[in-house]
C-alpha cells in the first residue's frame, strides 16, 4: 500500500494510508497516563512518611490526594475519625477514580491509546471484534454521571484544604504552597463542573430552557467551560500529581516554602 505525497512515493503504515505522524497523539497520552497511574500508585502506597514523619502533609499544606485525610493514622489536625493502619489515602481515592476513569474524554484518550479502538482517524482497530460498552468491564462505563456526584464530596473538602492553606495556628500564612492549592482546587472544580454530566445535570435534560432563566443562565456557563473540557481535563490531571510533589519536597525539607505569615 502506497500514498503519494508532494509528488513522491511513500510506504504507509500497514492497514491505513496514513503517512503522517498519527501515532504521537496517543503515544504522549500513554506517557502522560501511564506517568501520573505509576506516579500516584507509588504516593498512595509506599510515599506516606518520610523520616518518621507525614511525607504528604507540610503544615498546613496537605497532599490532594490524602483530602479528606480521615483515618486515625492521618495528621492531627485534618480529620482522624476512622481506625485504619493502611495508607490514609486508600480510603478516598475511589470517588476521583471512578469520575476521571469513566469521563467521556478520558474514555476517548485511553481508548486510542492504550487499546488502539481506534488509534487514530483513518487507522484500523487493533481489536478484532468490538462489542462496545454493553459488556463486562466497559459497561461500568455507564456509572458516570453518579461518579460525578462521588466527586464532588472531595472536591468540597480540598476547598477546605486551600483555606486552610492560608492559615497557620491562628495567623493568615500565604505562601507559595498556598497558591499551588489553590490554583489546583479551581483546575479540579473547573474539571467537574466542566464535565457533560454537569450541564445535563443544571438543565440539559429540560425541554424548554426558557421557562428557567437562572438555569439558563447556569447551563450557558456550564456550556462555555465544556467547551475547553479536554485542556482543563489535561491541565488539572498534571497539575494535582504536581500539587502533590510539591507538598512532598516540603515535607522533605528539599524545597523551602517561601511565605510571609501575618
Not at 22 to 27: A, G, I, R, S
Not at 94 to 112: D, G, N, S
Request: with cysteine; hydrophobic share 50%; aromatic share 20%.
Amino acid at each position: 500500500m502506497a500514498a503519494a505525497v508532494s509528488g513522491r512515493v511513500r510506504v504507509a503504515p500497514r492497514g491505513t494510508e496514513r503517512v503522517d505522524i498519527w501515532w504521537l497523539e496517543p503515544l504522549i497520552t500513554v506517557l502522560v497516563l501511564g506517568t501520573f497511574v505509576l506516579y500516584t500508585t507509588w504516593a498512595m502506597v509506599f510515599g506516606t512518611t518520610v523520616n518518621g514523619h507525614f511525607a504528604y502533609y507540610a503544615d498546613p499544606y496537605l497532599s490532594p490526594f490524602y483530602s479528606p485525610c480521615v483515618a486515625t493514622n492521618c495528621p492531627q489536625d485534618t480529620f482522624p475519625v476512622i481506625s485504619w493502619a493502611f495508607s490514609p489515602a486508600w480510603l478516598i481515592f475511589y470517588f476521583p477514580l471512578a469520575f476521571r476513569l469513566t469521563c467521556y474524554y478520558y474514555r476517548k484518550a485511553y481508548y486510542r491509546s492504550f487499546f488502539w479502538a481506534p488509534p487514530a482517524c483513518a487507522v484500523p482497530d487493533a481489536a478484532k471484534r468490538y462489542n462496545g460498552e454493553t459488556r463486562f468491564p466497559f459497561i461500568i462505563q455507564n456509572i458516570h454521571r453518579y461518579a460525578f456526584y462521588g466527586a464532588l464530596i472531595p472536591l468540597f473538602f480540598l476547598w477546605w484544604d486551600m483555606v486552610k492553606g492560608f492559615m497557620y495556628h491562628g495567623h493568615l500564612w500565604i505562601g507559595v504552597g498556598s497558591f499551588v492549592l489553590l490554583i489546583n482546587v479551581i483546575l479540579l472544580s473547573l474539571y467537574s463542573f466542566s464535565c457533560h454530566s454537569c450541564r445535563h445535570l443544571v438543565g440539559g435534560y429540560l425541554d424548554m430552557l426558557s421557562r428557567h432563566a437562572m438555569r439558563y443562565k447556569i447551563w450557558k456557563f456550564v456550556s462555555k467551560i465544556n467547551e475547553h473540557h479536554m485542556l482543563i481535563a489535561w491541565c488539572s490531571l498534571v497539575f494535582v500529581m504536581w500539587s502533590d510533589i510539591y507538598v512532598r519536597l516540603v515535607a522533605a525539607g528539599i524545597t523551602h516554602d517561601f511565605h510571609v505569615v501575618f
